[in-house]
């Protein structure tokens, strides 16, 4: 399978980088490692994902908080639409503790 980014995906990716860059020396860099982390488990079995809209699923990245929206054809090429910045909730973590 071969593996695409639309513009927008590699503008969300570079716009992305330089802002963890900016935060933190090396941050970007650990960003791109979870992104490709991502994109791999991605390639192995894309219907894995939840969809999200149509045909696009999305995967949420680890460790921070982007979604890697993608879509499929034929089963040849797998293109990477956008990162969206997510906000993810983990379930009972806003409860307090009395």
Not at 1 to 23: C, F, G, H, N, P
Not at 63 to 87: E, G, H, M, N
Request: glycine share 4%.
């Amino acid at each position: 399978m071969k593996l695409r980014y639309t513009s927008r995906a590699k503008d969300d990716l570079e716009l992305a980088y330089a802002w963890y860059e900016r935060q933190h020396k090396s941050l970007g860099d650990d960003f791109l490692d979870c992104i490709e982390a991502s994109i791999k488990s991605i390639m192995t079995n894309p219907e894995m994902y939840q969809v999200y809209y149509a045909s696009f699923h999305g995967c949420v990245v680890r460790r921070f908080p982007f979604l890697i929206f993608t879509r499929s054809k034929q089963k040849i090429s797998l293109y990477i639409q956008s990162l969206i910045v997510a906000k993810v909730q983990k379930p009972g973590l806003n409860k307090v503790k009395m």
